[in-house]
C-alpha cells in the first residue's frame, strides 16, 4: 500500500476504481480497513481513495497535541499529492470532524460531504464517554480490557445481545494490541475540543448527516445539531443502530451513501 510524504505525518492509504473521487475517512476506533464493505460496493462507479489517519493504521503516530484542523490540512495535501482537484467525502465519527475542516478550509475542493455518526461538537455525554475512554488507556490499560469495557458503547443493546460469536469477532477487531497509546490519546482530546458549530452554514456542498438512534457518542441530539450547521443538510437516521450503524445495518447504510453520491452526479 502506498505511504504519501504528506506534512507532518505520512499517510497509507488504498486506492481503487475509476471515475469522480470518493475520499474517505474513518474514525477515532480504527483505520482504512473500517471501510472495506464501501470500497467493495462504490469501486466499480468511482475512485475510491480510503486513508488511514495520523495515528492509525500504517500511517505516522500522533506523537503530540493536535487539533481536527492539522488532520484536515493533511488530507489536503494529500488530494494534492494524489491530483484530486475535488472529492466526495464520506467521514465517520471523528473522520466527519475531519472532513467539516476540509470543507471550510477549501470548499471548493468539495463536491459533497457526507457524515456518518458524527458531530459538529460533542454533547455531554459524548464527550464523557471519549473522556472515559481516554483515561482508560492513558491509565496503562490494554486495548483488549477497553474493548471488552466500552464496546457496549459502539452498537445496540439488539446487536449486542443477538450473536455472541459476533459480538467477539467485533471486540478483537476493535482491541488492535499494536494501535499506538499517545495517539489515540492525542486524538481523543482532538475530538474533544473539535466545534464547528456556527461555521458551516455559508457552505454550499451538499450534506449527508447520518446517525444512528441508539448512538450514545454522537447521540441524536448531536446528530441533529450538526445537520442544523448547515444551510440545507439531508439527515438520515438508522432506527435499529448505534454508533457503528454501518456494521449494523449494512445494506440500508450501502444503499444511503451510493443513492446520495448519484443523487451528487
Known amino acids: 500500500m502506498p505511504l504519501a510524504d504528506t506534512t507532518p505525518w505520512k499517510l497509507n492509504y488504498v486506492e481503487a476504481g475509476s471515475g469522480p473521487t470518493v475520499l474517505l475517512i474513518h474514525g477515532l476506533a480504527g483505520d482504512h480497513k473500517a471501510w472495506l464493505p464501501q470500497i467493495e460496493a462504490l469501486k466499480g462507479q468511482y475512485r475510491v481513495v480510503a486513508v488511514d489517519n495520523p495515528g492509525a493504521g500504517l500511517s505516522s503516530n500522533v506523537s503530540s497535541p493536535v487539533v ?104 478483537r477487531l476493535i482491541a488492535d494490541e499494536s494501535r499506538d497509546k499517545p495517539s489515540y490519546i492525542n486524538l481523543a482530546n482532538a475530538c474533544l475540543t473539535s466545534n464547528t458549530v456556527g461555521r458551516l452554514s455559508q457552505l454550499k456542498s451538499p450534506a449527508l448527516v447520518m446517525g444512528g438512534r441508539h448512538d450514545p457518542i454522537c447521540s441524536p441530539v448531536t446528530t441533529e445539531q450538526l445537520a442544523k450547521q448547515f444551510a440545507s443538510a439531508e439527515i438520515v437516521f438508522f432506527e435499529k443502530s448505534s454508533h457503528f450503524f454501518l456494521m449494523e445495518e449494512p445494506a440500508k447504510a450501502g444503499e444511503t451513501i451510493l443513492s446520495w453520491l448519484k443523487k451528487q452526479s
Open 68 to 171: 481536527i484542523a492539522d488532520m484536515a490540512k493533511t488530507f489536503l495535501q494529500l488530494m494534492d499529492l494524489l491530483k484530486i482537484e475535488s472529492a466526495h467525502l464520506v467521514g465517520r465519527s471523528m473522520g466527519g470532524a475531519i472532513a467539516q475542516e476540509i470543507v471550510l478550509a477549501a470548499p471548493h475542493r468539495v463536491k459533497s460531504l457526507a457524515m456518518a455518526g458524527s458531530f459538529a461538537k460533542l454533547d455531554a455525554l459524548g464527550n464523557r464517554l471519549i473522556e472515559n475512554m481516554r483515561d482508560y488507556i492513558a491509565a496503562g490499560h490494554s486495548w483488549s480490557e477497553w474493548s471488552r469495557l466500552f464496546s457496549f458503547a459502539f452498537v445496540s443493546i439488539d446487536f449486542f445481545l443477538a450473536d455472541a460469536a459476533r459480538l467477539d469477532r467485533l471486540e
